[in-house]
């Protein structure tokens, strides 16, 4: 299927028809034709028509978003992984240095919101803010790359228009848990409650990265040329854009500075571009790698030292098949469509009627993977390279194989694949008069039924706040400051959070063991804060029947372990809420290595 003139388009999807624009210029030799019979920028912005609607679509995609999220914070609590940049930032803000080891993806383009939110005691609401203020960025790409792909694709549609952003609110506004099985537990695995709700997943990344591929779009397809100076000025933004979102999270280097090398490969050999143009474009990603590179310089020079923690390996081949099943169940459980495992009976409509979802979605990618095949464009070209890069890095590597807890890892193809639902929407509503009232009436029925569930989350979890899902941290936190320490050591998993928690009036550092010996754990974590004095000291041992506490071996489950590994102490006292704190008049970790978990170590 071709790209949509608006020649094949019914008269009641039309806009309302606009003054024709004056001819563009003859291009220069050697120069693409215009695409869309040489369309000025003006008319691109007018093709997509329906003000008043757009708006009342924006209105009806972001409040489905948020929906979702103020009833997700209800499955998805701060933990120590979604608090560690904001303990960071603290510590440096109350005058400690700053010498921190952090995963290659650093995150570091949620700096300011991280700045923002300090000003607030850490607490539910911070945390809440931190959510909001990433996922507009994320709202924001997904709402522009979708207007850049209808107004290029579907020009005057008020079907597709009204159809994408319908598609792109029952996604976003997708039900965070399962109202009626038993017991009552986010839908799928915890990755499908979740995903939204990390601020250091990769929302904002993902958000920028579609404001780019709508920015690529909207510049390939101008007529004519821009002058140097304007040409100048948009090199730098984009060089400066790419950089600093490739040093973030260096997966949008495979992922985005891929496809559009391959998208401007293919314009070039196809003979849609001319050599200067494509080089243009090349030369941006050159910018970038420039901007990547500096900005490593210049963070390593402030103490931020960025490392590979975790190995990519290609998986085995006989294990390929197994992982492409993995990148099916994930892709259900990203649109709650997953049946297996739960209960019959339970949620089944719901369940059902996301899966038609989910089929709308691919079926779109596959036909505009087809149409790519006739005639490339530079908006569904390089955003189909993206998402198909971006899902053969999960399904070829290791990651797949790593259960539930990596389907996250397919999130960001699935959120670029949305506005191509709108291709086999509207081909279903155009095969017949009847269709289209059916194709609106399944939109708004699955938008509804999950924002009614959502909706039922507020209404029953409201009233009772947020406290009680940090109960048992606020009991750690309380025996601490009663007894009167500041500084103390936790794993992992019970150190950020904690600490956080405490808004650093109580210190929790992590430690973990290694080789029989107990070390200081030096990653995400600012580590200047190992050193804060203190002639006594706690550790706090957690329960085992606490979600997300432990991930290391099960001796550091057992307080009597700690004890023959760092001495007896002082005072021995059961928390009521479960765990063990083991309070010493000394601080213990003094003598402790420091340890990095690099890949090389």
Same mark, same amino acid.
């Given at each position: 299927?071709?790209?949509?003139?608006?020649?094949?388009?019914?008269?009641?999807?039309?806009?309302?028809?606009?003054?024709?624009?004056?001819?563009?210029?003859?291009?220069?030799?050697?120069?693409?034709? $215009?695409?869309?019979?040489?369309?000025?920028?003006?008319?691109?912005?007018?093709?997509?028509?329906?003000?008043?609607?757009?708006?009342?679509?924006?209105?009806?995609?972001?409040?489905?978003?948020?929906?979702?999220?103020?009833?997700?914070?209800?499955?998805?609590?701060?933990?120590?992984?979604?608090?560690?940049?904001?303990?960071?930032?603290?510590?440096?803000?109350?005058?400690?240095?700053?010498?921190?080891?952090?995963?290659?993806?650093?995150?570091?383009?949620?700096?300011?919101?991280?700045?923002?939110?300090?000003?607030?005691?850490?607490?539910?609401?911070?945390?809440?803010?931190?959510?909001?203020?990433?996922?507009?960025?994320?709202?924001?790409?997904?709402?522009?790359?979708?207007?850049?792909?209808?107004?290029?694709?579907?020009?005057?549609?008020?079907?597709?228009?009204?159809?994408?952003?319908?598609?792109?609110?029952?996604?976003?506004?997708?039900?965070?848990?399962?109202?009626?099985? &038993?017991?009552?537990?986010?839908?799928?695995?915890?990755?499908?409650?979740?995903?939204?709700?990390?601020?250091?997943?990769?929302?904002?990344?993902? #958000?920028?990265?579609?404001?780019?591929?709508?920015?690529?779009?909207?510049?390939?397809?101008?007529?004519?040329?821009?002058?140097?100076?304007?040409?100048?000025?948009?090199?730098?933004?984009?060089?400066?854009?790419?950089?600093?979102?490739?040093?973030?999270?260096?997966?949008?280097?495979?992922?985005?500075?891929?496809?559009?090398?391959?998208?401007?490969?293919?314009?070039?050999?196809?003979?849609?571009?001319?050599?200067?143009?494509?080089?243009?474009?090349?030369?941006?990603?050159?910018?970038?790698?420039?901007?990547?590179?500096?900005?490593?310089?210049?963070?390593?020079?402030?103490?931020?030292?960025?490392?590979?923690?975790?190995?990519?390996?290609?998986?085995?081949?006989?294990?390929?098949?197994?992982?492409?099943?993995?990148?099916?169940?994930?892709?259900?459980?990203?649109?709650?469509?997953?049946?297996?495992?739960?209960?019959?009976?339970?949620?089944?409509?719901?369940?059902?009627?996301?899966?038609?979802?989910?089929?709308?979605?691919?079926?779109?990618?596959?036909?505009?993977?087809?149409?790519?095949?006739?005639?490339?464009?530079?908006?569904?070209?390089?955003?189909?390279?993206?998402?198909?890069?971006?899902?053969?890095?999960?399904?070829?590597?290791?990651?797949?194989?790593?259960?539930?807890?990596?389907?996250?890892?397919?999130?960001?193809?699935?959120?670029?694949?949305?506005?191509? $639902?709108?291709?086999?929407?509207?081909?279903?509503?155009?095969?017949?008069?009847?269709?289209?009232?059916?194709?609106?009436?399944?939109?708004? #029925?699955?938008?509804?039924?999950?924002?009614?569930?959502? $909706?039922?989350?507020?209404?029953?979890?409201?009233?009772?706040?947020?406290?009680?899902?940090?109960?048992?941290?606020?009991?750690?936190?309380?025996?601490?400051?009663?007894?009167?320490?500041?500084?103390?050591?936790?794993?992992?998993?019970?150190?950020?959070?904690?600490?956080?928690?405490? &808004?650093?009036?109580?210190?929790?550092?992590?430690?973990?063991?290694?080789?029989?010996?107990?070390?200081?754990? &030096?990653?995400?974590?600012?580590?200047?804060?190992?050193?804060?004095?203190?002639?006594?000291?706690?550790?706090?041992?957690?329960?085992?029947?606490?979600?997300?506490?432990?991930?290391?071996?099960?001796?550091?489950?057992?307080?009597?372990?700690?004890?023959?590994?760092?001495?007896?102490?002082?005072?021995?006292?059961?928390?009521?809420?479960?765990?063990?704190?083991?309070?010493?008049?000394?601080?213990?970790?003094? &003598?402790?290595?420091?340890?990095?978990?690099?890949?090389?170590?």
């Amino acid at each position: 299927m071709g790209s949509p003139s608006t020649a094949e388009l019914p008269t009641i999807d039309r806009a309302p028809a606009t003054p024709a624009s004056p001819a563009a210029p003859p291009s220069r030799a050697g120069s693409e034709p $215009a695409r869309e019979g040489g369309r000025t920028p003006a008319d691109r912005v007018r093709a997509l028509g329906y003000v008043p609607l757009r708006r009342l679509l924006t209105g009806l995609v972001s409040g489905a978003f948020l929906l979702m999220m103020l009833a997700g914070q209800y499955f998805a609590p701060a933990h120590s992984d979604s608090v560690a940049q904001q303990n960071i930032v603290r510590s440096i803000l109350g005058g400690q240095p700053s010498d921190l080891v952090v995963p290659v993806d650093n995150w570091w383009l949620h700096a300011p919101f991280y700045l923002l939110t300090s000003l607030l005691p850490a607490g539910a609401t911070a945390h809440l803010l931190d959510v909001l203020l990433t996922h507009a960025v994320l709202l924001a790409g997904i709402l522009v790359f979708t207007r850049t792909y209808l107004r290029e694709l579907f020009p005057g549609s008020r079907l597709a228009l009204v159809a994408a952003h319908l598609a792109a609110a029952w996604a976003l506004g997708l039900a965070v848990y399962l109202p009626w099985a &038993d017991p009552v537990a986010p839908l799928g695995n915890e990755a499908a409650a979740t995903i939204f709700l990390t601020p250091n997943h990769r929302n904002l990344e993902t #958000g920028v990265a579609l404001l780019l591929l709508a920015w690529f779009a909207s510049w390939a397809g101008r007529a004519g040329q821009a002058s140097r100076r304007r040409t100048a000025v948009q090199w730098a933004a984009a060089s400066l854009s790419l950089g600093a979102l490739t040093y973030s999270d260096p997966f949008f280097l495979y992922t985005l500075a891929g496809s559009l090398v391959l998208a401007c490969a293919v314009f070039w050999l196809t003979g849609r571009w001319s050599a200067r143009r494509a080089a243009g474009v090349l030369s941006v990603l050159v910018g970038g790698a420039v901007v990547h590179a500096a900005l490593s310089v210049v963070m390593r020079a402030l103490g931020v030292h960025a490392i590979e923690n975790v190995g990519s390996f290609f998986a085995p081949a006989q294990g390929l098949v197994g992982n492409l099943q993995n990148v099916l169940t994930a892709y259900l459980v990203m649109f709650r469509a997953s049946p297996w495992g739960l209960p019959i009976g339970a949620s089944v409509a719901l369940v059902v009627l996301n899966a038609v979802l989910a089929v709308a979605v691919l079926a779109g990618v596959a036909l505009a993977a087809r149409s790519q095949f006739r005639r490339p464009d530079p908006v569904r070209l390089p955003a189909l390279l993206f998402i198909l890069i971006g899902t053969a890095a999960y399904a070829f590597s290791t990651l797949a194989a790593s259960g539930p807890a990596s389907f996250r890892y397919v999130f960001v193809p699935v959120l670029a694949a949305l506005p191509f $639902a709108t291709e086999s929407l509207v081909r279903v509503a155009r095969a017949n008069v009847r269709w289209r009232g059916v194709v609106l009436v399944v939109l708004c #029925g699955g938008l509804l039924a999950n924002v009614a569930v959502n $909706a039922s989350v507020l209404v029953r979890q409201g009233p009772l706040g947020t406290d009680r899902l940090y109960a048992a941290n606020e009991a750690v936190v309380e025996a601490v400051e009663e007894a009167g320490y500041t500084k103390g050591y936790a794993t992992f998993w019970n150190a950020n959070v904690n600490t956080y928690l405490a &808004d650093r009036e109580v210190l929790f550092l992590p430690v973990t063991s290694r080789a029989g010996e107990v070390v200081k754990y &030096d990653f995400l974590v600012n580590t200047p804060d190992f050193d804060v004095a203190a002639d006594r000291s706690f550790l706090y041992v957690a329960p085992n029947d606490v979600p997300l506490v432990h991930e290391g071996p099960p001796n550091e489950l057992d307080p009597q372990w700690w004890v023959a590994a760092v001495g007896r102490p002082s005072e021995t006292r059961q928390l009521p809420t479960g765990g063990t704190l083991l309070f010493y008049d000394r601080d213990i970790g003094a &003598d402790l290595p420091l340890w990095v978990p690099a890949v090389e170590d």
